[in-house]
Nanobody
Framework: QVQLVESGGGLVQAGGSLRLSCAASGRTFSSGRNGWFRQAPGKGREFVAAISWSGGNPAYANSVKGRFTISRDNAKNTMYLQMNSLKPGDTAVYYC????????????WGQGTQVTVSS
């Protein structure tokens, strides 16, 4: 089973940037898509971005399109989320996730990293 560990969260002022990393251990990323989700206090978990194993077909939530960029380096078994022009509304716990195959649900998850954006 792939284990995912997020890092790079923290406190940043509005307008600032952060880069989150998601490292896979135990085995390499499976062949399905990988993605980022977030959960703000008192809200449900929401989709942020996803990317195919090859690094193509990125998809973004409308709320982050143009500000966030998802990427991956399979040689390092790591996926990234570059977050620019951060807003207080981006404050949440960010989770990385993966699918064993594209047709599967999101079936493995990291523990999350906190991102707090101050106004």
């Amino acid at each position: 089973q792939v284990q995912l560990v997020e890092s790079g969260g923290g406190l940043v002022q509005a307008g600032g940037s952060l880069r989150l990393s998601c490292a896979a251990s135990g085995r390499t990323f499976s062949s399905g898509r990988n993605g980022w989700f977030r959960q703000a206090p008192g809200k449900g978990r929401e989709f942020v971005a996803a990317i195919s194993w090859s690094g193509g077909n990125p998809a973004y939530a409308n709320s982050v399109k143009g500000r966030f960029t998802i990427s991956r380096d399979n040689a390092k078994n790591t996926m990234y989320l570059q977050m620019n022009s951060l807003k207080p509304g981006d404050t949440a716990v960010y989770y990385c996730a993966g699918k064993t195959r594209d047709v599967d649900p999101w079936d493995y998850w990291g523990q999350g990293t906190q991102v707090t954006v101050s106004s």
